[in-house]
């Protein structure tokens, strides 16, 4: 799904618009510059394969986030550029790996064949790897940032995908593959794999803007509900789209055989359950203290949309 979506939904107000589109544009170039070109072959291949998956027309929706939180709490859009990146390289990196054969086997990604379909597999795994350890190279080297912020995005990151977030999500998926787990291990498992990126994106806004420990204690609660919601959405959405709305396989959960709320609580409850996580997320963005207008105005984006 193209960059140009978020920017392009009906009813969004025309500054707005052009604002998600400019950013998307910016945070595309940042990566392309960021990624280095004209190496020997050996390495030249596993960064071209980086390029084929990072620069492919995805939403860039955790960056935009990363943006939009800097710049609501004031703080500077310069400084938060190469952090905003670096989410999207783990973003893509996750979104590789998970497509491998050994994970979930999809074939379709951002409307294009999965790197692995295109690559030899071991590219995809190399590419994946390169694109985790050079978020963290970008962020130490970040000449924009201060050396406290520059920790305190590293270690933020380092927890929010690490065992205790993104890859123990992952864990849990695989631990239940051919299983049924129970609702509340699958929203575990949501709140891991997706939110603790989304927490991720908006706490390096936050980072960046050197928002107050109270702020950042919402807009973490913001952001964990966000993404529950975001990947509920994502079933409801992967059972009604055809692959070509959606950019990517559909349906893939369901024949991996993969429990999904849908499968467990049924479209009724699943979406009484995804008001409840957009309430929450609603209730703390509107408990801050400033009046957050960015965010407010993407968190209406993605409550709405159909893609
Ligand atoms: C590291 C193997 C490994 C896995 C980590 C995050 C994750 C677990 C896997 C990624 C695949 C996945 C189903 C994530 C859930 C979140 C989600 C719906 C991702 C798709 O995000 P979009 O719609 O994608 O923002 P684009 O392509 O627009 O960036």
């Known amino acids: 799904m193209a960059a140009s979506t978020l920017s392009s939904c009906k009813d969004l107000d025309d500054s707005f618009s052009q ?18 070109r004209n190496e020997g072959p050996c390495t030249g291949k596993l960064l071209e394969a980086a390029r084929y998956s990072l620069l492919a027309p995805g939403k860039k929706l955790r960056p935009l986030m990363t943006l939009a939180c800097c710049e609501d709490f004031n703080g500077r859009l ?11 390289m783990i973003h893509t990196y996750s979104l590789i790996h ?12 951002r409307g294009k064949p999965t790197l692995h379909k295109v690559y030899p597999e071991g590219h995809a795994v190399l590419a994946g790897n390169f694109l985790l350890t050079y978020a963290f190279e970008c962020l130490s080297c970040a000449v924009e940032l201060s050396e406290h912020q520059k920790i305190q995005l590293i270690h933020c990151l380092s927890q929010r995908i690490g065992a205790h977030g993104m890859l123990g999500g992952q864990a849990i998926d695989l631990a239940y593959e051919g299983k049924t787990p129970d609702i509340d291990t699958l929203l575990i498992m949501y709140e891991r794999k ?3 990126l989304f927490i991720a994106a908006i706490e390096f806004g936050a980072i960046v803007a050197n928002a107050s420990s109270t702020q ?3 807009l973490k609660e913001f952001a964990s509900h966000f993404g529950i919601l975001f990947q509920l959405q994502d079933d409801i959405l992967d059972l009604k789209c055809e692959e070509k709305v959606l950019g990517k396989t559909s349906r893939s959960d369901l024949n991996n055989q993969k429990a999904t709320p849908l499968s467990l609580i049924g479209i009724e409850e699943t979406l009484k359950l995804a008001q409840k996580h957009q309430k929450i997320a609603q209730n703390a963005l509107f408990q801050l203290d400033t009046p957050a207008t960015r965010l407010k105005n993407l968190f209406k984006l993605i409550t709405e949309r159909s893609f």
């Open 216 to 218: 950042k204690e919402l």
């Open 78 to 88: 310069d400084q938060a550029m190469i952090p905003a990146a670096c989410i999207e």
């Open 194 to 196: 997706t939110s603790d």
């Open 19 to 36: 604002y998600l589109q400019d950013q998307a544009q910016n945070i595309h170039d940042v990566l392309s510059l960021l990624i280095p």
């Open 98 to 109: 998970d497509d491998l054969p050994c994970m979930d086997d999809d074939d379709l990604r």
